[in-house]
């Protein structure tokens, strides 16, 4: 079955720090690929998402390059900063819906000032 | 803010007794999901239902849960004869079709004593 493997938390950097979050994916077919957040207190949000091959999502300074060759899904921001403290959850679809998400055990940020 | 309201936000059962969670999706949004995080796992799908019927149940177990998203009212996870393993965030979320983005709930945390 489809399943998504993050890195384990909690990652813990200093503000204006480079980001990287790995997560790698197994599915059977052609998935699309997701990041959401969680900040404390909140519902998921959807952060960003690619549907193909080398497509790159990007959102609020994050990025993540869909890698078919290495079935990876990296979330990387080049500065980050306090406000970005938060859990972070790399998700596949099978089909081109969201209903059916298949989640990562999520990453947990701290960012210190 | 007319987001994806859960509710109660946090239940405490005793072993045995029903557990009732309650989703009241986005205003006109006709299709609810549910999920649960179990400790230190990821989110998994339980169940997808459109406006009175159940599309896709098959993440749900097969004996004491049940939802409904009936055509008037908020949609229900009920959980019968609950069990310490039933200790979880439940989550559910809420889009206006299938193939667009979903919103999430803050999320129920239940914990079964």
């Known amino acids: 079955g489809d399943s998504v493997t993050q890195m384990e938390g909690p990652v813990t950097l200093s503000e204006e720090a480079f980001l990287t979050i790995n997560c790698t994916y197994t599915?059977?077919?052609?998935?699309?690929l997701f990041w959401y957040v969680q900040y404390p207190g909140e519902g998921l949000q959807l952060l960003l998402k690619?549907?193909?091959?080398?497509d790159k999502g990007s959102n609020k300074g994050f990025e993540a390059t869909y890698r078919k060759e290495t079935t990876s899904f990296h979330l990387e921001k080049g500065s980050v900063q306090v406000s970005d403290s938060a859990v972070y959850f790399c998700?596949?679809?099978?089909?081109?819906?969201?209903?059916?998400?298949?989640f990562g055990k999520g990453t947990m940020l701290l960012v210190s000032p | 803010n007319a987001g994806v309201m859960q509710n109660p936000r946090h239940l405490v059962r005793r072993r045995g007794q029903e557990a009732r969670l309650r989703c009241s999706p986005v205003?006109?949004?006709?299709?609810v999901y549910w999920y649960r995080q179990l400790p230190e796992e990821g989110l998994k799908f339980m169940v997808y239902?459109?406006?009175?019927?159940?599309?896709?149940e098959s993440g749900m177990p097969k004996e004491r849960f049940s939802a409904e998203f009936p055509k008037e009212g908020p949609s229900i996870l009920r959980i019968q004869q609950v069990v310490r393993g039933d200790s979880a965030a439940y989550f559910c979320?809420?889009?206006?079709?299938?193939?667009?983005?979903?919103?999430f709930g803050q999320g129920t945390r239940l914990t079964v004593v």
């Open positions: 239902l459109q406006k009175e019927n159940i599309i896709d």
């Open positions: 979320a809420s889009s206006p079709e299938s193939d667009t983005e979903a919103f």
């Open positions: 998700a596949l679809s099978e089909n081109s819906g969201y209903s059916t998400l298949t």
């Open positions: 599915a059977t077919g052609y998935p699309s």
């Open positions: 690619a549907t193909k091959a080398d």
């Open positions: 205003k006109g949004h006709s299709h």
